[in-house]
């Protein structure tokens, strides 16, 4: 039986179209993150990161978080989600209101924020993060702190983070169907980059790109905070049903090939090897394929490039040219593709390291690669509280629900609708 007065647990829940893992920490005397147990397991009923199969997913969540229970030896109640599919949407809501060029007080800053609330509404979603960001005071823009100061008029600009509703509800409702409490869905860009980015490269500016299995995330983040994103729905797993259909072998031959062989880099030693798989419908042990390692790599660098073009056409929607910023972080599961940071770093011209979580004490080395960045992420997340993300969206009018604060005000928005 855990002690009453033992640090709370936190347990973090990744959905993905490949898989889904989970993660159960706790904090140590000095505040740190230790990992007490994880599990993974093979996701079932995604496609493209949104729920087409609840019962499937239900099984894949249920027992992925059961493995991680049995390696923490505790039991955990409710999680911090990610979610990452389409339909996630960025922009800013500026907020201003008049205090008579008296001293800024807290309570006018609380006023502010509470005023935002309709400004940063979105219909038909779900606001995830509603994030302020730098003050303005009366013309003066670019304040982080305006307590102490005289002014006429106060404003602030919000930074809001939404999803559609309806794939966000089958979210959570098949989480609570696994007998989970939901503390908080958190958009996957948002918790990937706290996992894989330093704090001076989300202030300065820089494009966090995550290679999912069927979505491939792109999001700009400056001035400590995610300002924009797009989804594309491309990603590694294409790369493996490219080569499985191109050659008539098994999915998880394809992948186990792509993992061990593939590269996004050609060589013109491709055209003296072979690659070993087995053909569609064939037993284990049977005599493999050998299909010309010149030929696999086509049908890789065919997919990879699509992802890149699109990969750029979003950096540009996003503004993300120079001299706005130069560098550029892959992580997700795709980043583990040989040479894949060398080859959109050569289109792209710019920048490119493969982006991995922070090492967290205890966090195995199979869930330590950029494929667990956004859970470690949400570990991260719960681990400091509220950070920097504010619930200002919700009307004060809302219970709580059992969780209290903005998390639980979250929840009851999810339960009952906006």
């Known amino acids: 039986m855990r002690p009453t007065d033992a640090p709370p647990l936190i347990g973090a829940l990744d959905i993905g179209s490949s898989k889904v893992s989970a993660l159960v920490c706790t904090t140590d005397e000095e505040g740190r993150l230790r990992v007490l147990g994880t599990g993974q397991r093979q996701s079932r009923g995604v496609k493209r990161g949104f729920v087409t199969d609840m019962e499937a997913t239900e099984v894949a969540v249920r027992e992925a978080v059961e493995q991680a229970e ?22 800013l809501a500026t907020v201003e209101v008049e205090i008579g060029g008296h001293q800024v007080e807290p309570s006018d800053v609380d006023e502010l924020l509470r005023s935002g609330r309709d400004a940063v509404d979105r219909p038909g979603q779900v606001v995830l993060h509603a994030n302020p960001a730098l003050y303005t005071i009366d013309d003066v823009q670019g304040v982080r702190s305006p307590v102490g100061m005289h002014a006429s008029r106060l404003g602030v600009d919000i930074h809001v983070v939404a999803a559609d509703e309806a794939p966000l509800r089958n979210v959570d409702l098949t989480i609570r169907q696994a007998h989970l409490g939901v503390r908080a869905i958190v958009a996957s860009p948002v918790a990937a980059g706290l996992a894989c980015l330093s704090t001076e490269e989300r202030d300065l500016g820089v494009a966090l790109i995550e290679l999912g299995a069927e979505v491939t995330n792109v999001s700009l983040h400056a001035g400590g905070m995610l300002v ?40 013109p030693r491709d055209n003296h090897e072979v690659v070993e798989a087995l053909p569609m419908g064939a037993e284990d042990g049977a005599e493999p394929l050998r299909i ?22 979003a950096l540009k929607d996003l503004g993300f040219v120079k001299p706005v910023g130069h560098q550029v972080v892959l992580t997700g599961g795709g980043a583990e593709l040989k040479n894949i940071a060398d080859y959109m770093q050569g289109v792209l011209g710019r920048a490119v390291r493969v982006g991995r979580p922070r090492q967290l004490t205890g966090l195995p080395d199979a869930h330590s690669g950029p494929a667990f960045a956004s859970l470690v992420g949400l570990a991260l997340l719960a681990g400091q509280g509220t950070g920097d993300i504010r619930d200002l969206a919700l009307p004060t009018g809302r219970p709580a629900g059992p969780s209290g604060g903005w998390i639980g005000r979250l929840v009851a928005a999810m339960r009952g609708g906006r």
Request: aromatic share 6%; with cysteine.
């Open 228 to 267: 924009g994103l797009r989804s594309i729905p491309l990603g590694a797993k294409d790369i493996t049903d490219d080569i499985a259909a191109a050659f008539g072998v098994r999915r998880r031959d394809a992948e186990r090939v792509k993992c061990y062989h593939g590269s996004a880099m050609t060589s």
């Open 70 to 91: 049995r390696m923490s030896g505790q039991t955990i109640e409710d999680v911090w989600a990610s979610f990452g599919a389409g339909g996630l949407s960025s922009g």
């Open 292 to 313: 010309p390692r010149a030929q696999f790599m086509t049908v890789i660098r065919q997919r990879v490039e699509q992802v890149t073009a699109e990969v750029e056409s």
